[in-house]
């Protein structure tokens, strides 16, 4: 169900899901956040889910700045709560999450592509990390996630200067996978969408815990929490099918 400020569209197998609140460029007020972490639960089935914003100039303008101005320690708190919860969210959803990245990303607009598996923009868009300059830092995990995706030292560039990079320069610094034209950015990521979600389901859900763990644990741990994912896909349905087309020089057909 599409709420006030967050649209859920379906093809096949694939949830696009888009903030829409053009006139706040698409900013995360509280109610947003709610309508986001509601549409995201309906998202469950999806094979691969796109996070985008509306109209033509914002991913997402960042946390609302209005709601934030006056809001006391424990209110900042539970906002912050639960815009780690909505974000959470996504990095441990089953399908991989793209974040297709249509102009401004700043503040929670930057964290919410960087909470996404993939982000694809678009070459008017920019990526900044900006709370500095409001007097405060990201909340919503780009402290964590930004130095886990680019390096340290962008990360560090980018939180202490609230520096603002174009597509081109945040592809430089590895902070977005891909740039392509405006005109293209929609078909590029539902292209990319539709391919993620006719692989196999299990493989991709533990392909994607997998890599996530790296993050989390020692390479020991990780290791072996590989092997036993890599393990527990033996006997699934895609693994028989799979090795069985390879076998059988055929396409395989994964459920
Ligand atoms: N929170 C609340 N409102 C926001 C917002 C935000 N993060 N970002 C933009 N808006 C609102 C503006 O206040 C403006 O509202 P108005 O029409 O009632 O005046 C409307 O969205 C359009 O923004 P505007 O600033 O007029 O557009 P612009 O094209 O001149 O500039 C930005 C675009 C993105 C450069 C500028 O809006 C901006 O710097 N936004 C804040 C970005 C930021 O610091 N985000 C981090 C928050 S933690």
Not at 54 to 73: H, K, N, P
Not at 87 to 109: E, K, L, M, Q, R
Request: net charge negative; glycine share 8%.
């Amino acid at each position: 169900m599409t709420r006030e400020t967050v649209d859920l569209e379906w093809t096949d197998d694939v949830a696009t899901v888009t903030i829409d609140r053009p006139d706040r460029l698409n900013a995360l007020n509280r109610e947003t956040l709610s309508d986001l972490e509601d549409v995201l639960e309906e998202t469950d089935e999806a094979r691969a889910v796109v996070v985008t914003g509306a109209g033509d100039d914002a991913f997402v303008a960042g946390a609302d700045i209005g709601y934030m101005q006056d809001l006391s320690t424990p209110e900042a708190q539970e906002y912050a709560e639960l815009g780690h919860r909505v974000f959470d969210a996504i990095t441990t959803h089953d399908a991989p999450v793209i974040a297709a990245v249509n102009g401004y990303a700043f503040g929670g607009g930057c964290e919410l592509a960087l909470a996404s598996d993939l982000r694809i923009a678009s070459e008017n868009a920019v990526l900044g990390q900006t709370e500095i300059d409001l007097g405060i830092v990201p909340g919503w995990g780009g402290t964590q996630r930004l130095p886990r995706i680019a390096s340290d030292s962008t990360a560090r560039r980018m939180v202490f200067l609230g520096e603002r990079l174009g597509a081109e320069e945040a592809l430089e610094e590895g902070v977005v996978d891909d740039v392509v034209s405006q005109d293209e950015l929609d078909e590029v990521v539902a292209e990319m969408a539709a391919e993620v979600a006719a692989k196999p389901t299990a493989a991709m859900t533990a392909a994607k815990e997998a890599l996530n763990q790296a993050h989390e644990t020692s390479q020991e741990a990780g290791l072996a929490f590989e092997r036993r994912l890599w393990s527990g896909l033996f006997g699934t349905h895609d693994q028989r099918e799979g090795m069985a087309a390879f076998v059988e020089d055929r396409e395989p057909e994964f459920e």
